[in-house]
């Protein structure tokens, strides 16, 4: 059990780590490249909420995984109780930016009259992303941690 729990909250969050690089390095650089303004809005429109989902869903399984870890362990060590908090913050994170995406996209259609709140919210949402990048990379450095320290 300690294994596949560790497994899975592995691949959870690797899983979603990547796809955050690959989103921000790969993705949406290219796509205002590649696509019209019109084409690179209908697209992007349709991937956020997919991508906050996928978030929320990887989120959820790392915790699972976690938590079902407790009661296999003697004591808690900082590396399982780091990467919970991690955890619960890739979630809420994830929550927010899925509720900030129809607020992004109602001040872009406002056009140049909410253009400041517009830059205001890509902003707040392009932050959560970097943090949340960080968060995550800072739960696998804890989750490998933990491997090192149960499966050893």
Avoid at 17 to 25: C, E, P, T, V
Avoid at 128 to 148: H, K, P
Wanted: proline letters at 3%; hydrophobic letters at 55%; a positive charge.
């Amino acid at each position: 059990m300690t294994e596949i729990s560790l497994y899975s909250a592995l691949i959870a969050s690797s899983t979603w780590f990547g796809a955050m690089i690959f989103l921000s390095a790969v993705l949406a650089p290219m796509v205002f490249r590649v696509l019209s303004q019109q084409g690179a809005s209908v697209f992007l429109r349709s991937l956020f909420p997919r991508y906050y989902k996928l978030g929320i869903g990887c989120g959820v399984i790392l915790h699972l995984a976690l938590l079902s870890l407790i009661p296999l362990t003697e004591q808690l060590s900082a590396a399982l109780l780091w990467s919970m908090l991690g955890s619960i913050t890739i979630l809420l994170l994830s929550i927010y930016s899925l509720v900030l995406v129809p607020r992004i996209n109602e001040a872009k259609d406002a056009g140049n009259s909410m253009k400041k709140k517009f830059d205001a919210l890509h902003l707040r949402s392009v932050i959560i992303n970097v943090f949340n990048i960080l968060v995550t990379l800072f739960v696998l450095i804890n989750l490998t941690i933990l491997f090192s320290e149960t499966l050893a």
